[in-house]
């Protein structure tokens, strides 16, 4: 199994970014996925989540109206859109891949975003 992430960097606020984890080892279609990010001190965080078939995505409140996520099946990869960032969105940001039965849980490396001021 293995995620990849790419898409994150330096932006200045009210920027935008594409994060995206390409997927491998796996039937990327019969799980859910999330974006999940760390800040400095601070614990790791959901973000968005995002069914297998695509359909009812989940955001966090603090990036409701903000983000989107995605994702294609056929390319075995989900995204992340990030636009209007605020320097409080610099975090790393992880890809999961997760399934409940049986158990299936896998991170990616992560990617550094960094939005400032």
């Known amino acids: 199994v293995q995620l990849v992430e790419s898409g994150g960097g330096l932006v200045q606020s009210g920027g935008s970014l594409r994060l995206s984890c390409v997927a491998s080892?796996?039937?990327?279609?019969?799980?859910?996925m999330s974006w999940y990010r760390q800040a400095p001190g601070k614990e790791r965080e959901l973000v968005a989540a995002?069914?297998?078939?695509?359909?009812?995505?989940y955001y966090a409140d603090s990036v409701k109206g903000r983000f989107t996520i995605s994702r294609d099946n056929a390319k075995n990869t989900v995204y992340l859109q990030m636009n209007g960032l605020k320097p409080e969105d610099t975090a790393v940001y992880y890809c999961?891949?997760?399934?409940?039965?049986?158990?299936?849980?896998?991170w990616g490396q992560g990617t550094q975003v960094t939005v400032s001021s």
């Open positions: 999961n891949a997760f399934g409940l039965l049986p158990r299936f849980d896998y």
């Open positions: 080892g796996f039937t990327f279609s019969n799980y859910r």
């Open positions: 995002i069914s297998s078939a695509g359909s009812n995505p």
